[in-house]
């Protein structure tokens, strides 16, 4: 029976040491797809030279991956989706754009995959033109938002939204201001500035819109962040919003609203470029 006992443990030491080699081989490979600047590889599936252990240079960095240990959780992978790009998507043939989105929307293997993208609250500096959501003539303010309107964004941006959420419903959004309606803003242009304290709340009740707004459209915002590149006020649309601006925006008027408005969404700081990273 000790006999019988012994070998059945040693068949299970030589099943579990095939299985992890199989899982290894077959699961754990890194992978690579190519793109080649003649046209003849485009997202190809190409194999990875593997480089015998005794041929790589004692001075080589080597990275060490520990997969019990892990970090931050990476959400997906993407880019931003500008109301420029969405505008040139959107004159292609219907035909065409179908087979553009599928491929970078789509999650088969001969697809990009693009699980995370960013887009605009009002305009970008990537826009045919400036705009924001609640434009007045100059002179007149709106601190009720009774003006709110996603009308400039109906032309192009979100039906191309719409057709990528037909291609991937679980496509993750995050969404930008690069300036709030100008009658808004200390200096009054949609360049620059600061946020007027006067409007937090209003600019609060702005984003609360907008999220709302888009939701009866039929999209869904996974993220927000409340201000694109907040230290570079020169790019035309663009805001100033330092630290201590976001800290009392969110804590105090942000915050409390789109809690009141029973809104979930995840509030992204500091939306700079690296160059900076204070």
Known sequence: MQKL???IKYVLYFIGIITTNFFTTNFLQAQQWTNSADGNLQF???????LNANSIPVSAIKIKVDPSKTFQTMEGFGYGLTGGSAQLIHALPKTQRAV???????????DLGVSYIRISIGA????AAVFSYCDLPKGETDSALTHFSLSQDTLHLIPILKEVLA?????????????????MKTNGISMGGHLLKKYYASYANYFVKYIRAMQAKGIKLHSITMQNEPEHGGNNPSLLMDA???????????????????????????????????
């Open 44 to 50: 190809a599936k190409t194999s990875i030279k593997k």
């Open 124 to 127: 970008s500096d990537l826009d």
């Open 244 to 278: 201590v601006e976001q800290t009392e925006f969110l804590r105090d008027y942000l915050g409390p609203q789109l809690k009141a408005a029973k809104i979930n969404i995840e509030v992204v700081l500091y939306d700079h470029n690296d160059d900076h990273p204070n």
């Open 5 to 7: 006992n012994q070998c």
């Open 167 to 183: 291609i991937n419903p679980s496509l993750k959004i995050m969404a930008s201001p690069w300036s709030p309606p100008t009658w």
């Open 100 to 110: 553009l989105l599928k491929e970078i929307f789509g999650q088969s293997e001969a």
